[in-house]
């Protein structure tokens, strides 16, 4: 941020936590706050432990390449896309109402988020295939 804007924010460490420099590496992957939301994520979608170090350096690739096939190989890669991108959108909305509006910064509300984004791009994608996302209602004659 202090790159961008000198005058608000004077020195080059990051706005919320004031510990560390900030970078982008601190911004998606190391600010504690992040930490708790990347594991929950990670273990509900790919049903597996983090390693932090291996994941911050995945996603980056994958981010860069548009190649989400290493981060998760068992999950489709459609779906592992969605869920790295809801991840991001989650993380960074609320991250700038905290440092602009002084909005708190939840994990567990940024969960749910992550939760609502992913499911909504099932429901869209079973539309886009003509694909009913819930039960037809049973009908007796």
Wanted: net charge neutral; proline share 9%.
């Amino acid at each position: 941020m202090h790159r961008f804007l000198p005058e608000v924010f004077p020195i080059n460490f990051c706005p919320v936590c004031q510990l560390h420099p900030d970078s982008l590496q601190h911004f998606l992957f190391t600010y504690s706050l992040k930490i708790q939301v990347w594991r929950l994520v990670w273990s509900h979608y790919f049903h597996s432990s983090l390693d932090l170090d291996s994941l911050s350096l995945s996603v980056q690739q994958a981010i860069h390449q548009l190649d989400f096939s290493s981060i998760a190989p068992s999950v489709s890669l459609r779906g592992t896309s969605v869920v790295i991108g809801s991840i991001l959108h989650a993380l960074w909305r609320p991250y700038w109402e905290l440092v602009f509006d002084n909005y708190p910064y939840s994990p567990p509300m940024i969960v749910t988020t992550i939760h609502c984004l992913v499911s909504t791009a099932s429901h869209e994608s079973y539309l886009h295939r003509r694909i009913p996302h819930c039960p037809l209602p049973f009908f007796q004659l």
